[in-house]
């Protein structure tokens, strides 16, 4: 089975850190995502990767910034975190754009800044 | 800008009541994605729809595409407890490869 670990379950920070979540998926995926999953509004992409060093902005990239140097692991950097940033993060990678085989999720980072 | 949207927002049903969750894109899918998400859990994948009218069973659960490749539904015959969860949906408009989530609808079943 296809597995995407996500370092943090739960982090609390403060406004203004920089933040870093890490996910790491072990199927030799060639595409990753960062989505962000608010009460009422679905699941909504902040950044995906198509490739190693390769990143396209989402619908929400603002506040956040990526990193792609090896193919297995994607991070969400918050540069400067703030309080409307909290939100549960969910990691994604998949085979292909458009894989038949869906999304394969991490467990989510819930994220608090305080 | 591009929306799929998905009622009901919440429903919550007798065990053994059908259920159904619609999904409404603004555009033409080239495919249409289902997923679910148990409480406190991270969405899981149930089965992509490729073609207009495309009919899919998996168990109690029948997934339909619409004839005009805008929507899409998810029919749960007689609910169990575990059906419990939020669902997903998730398209990708035509031309694009990028697969825009719905909202999600949260499904409660009382024993």
């Known amino acids: 089975d296809v597995k995407v670990t996500q370092s943090s379950r739960y982090l609390v920070k403060r406004t203004g850190e920089k933040v870093f979540l890490e996910c790491v998926q072990d199927m030799d995926h060639e595409n990753m995502f960062w989505y962000r999953q608010d009460p009422g509004l679905g699941l909504r992409l902040i950044y995906f990767?198509?490739?190693?060093?390769?990143?396209e902005k989402g619908d929400i990239p603002e506040g956040y910034s990526v990193s792609r140097e090896k193919k297995e692991r994607f991070s969400l950097i918050l540069e400067s975190a703030s309080t409307n940033q909290t939100s549960m993060y969910l990691c994604?990678?998949?085979?292909?754009?458009?894989?038949?085989?869906?999304?394969?999720f991490g467990s989510g980072t819930r994220l608090t800044v305080v | 800008g591009q929306q799929v949207m998905q009622i009901p927002q919440y429903q919550h049903v007798q065990e053994g009541e059908d259920f159904t969750t619609y999904c409404n894109s603004s555009t033409t899918l080239s495919n249409i994605q289902w997923y679910k998400q148990r409480p406190g859990g991270h969405p899981v994948f149930l089965i992509q729809?490729?073609?207009?009218?495309e009919v899919k069973k998996q168990k109690r659960l029948t997934f339909q595409f619409g004839e005009a490749k805008k929507n899409s539904s998810l029919h749960i015959t007689a609910t169990q407890t575990t059906d419990v969860g939020t669902y997903f949906c998730a398209g990708v408009p035509s031309g694009t490869y990028k697969y825009i989530f719905g909202t999600g609808t949260r499904l409660k079943v009382l024993a």
């Open positions: 990767s198509y490739d190693v060093k390769m990143k």
């Open positions: 994604a990678s998949s085979l292909s754009l458009g894989d038949f085989y869906g999304y394969t």
């Open positions: 729809l490729v073609k207009s009218g």
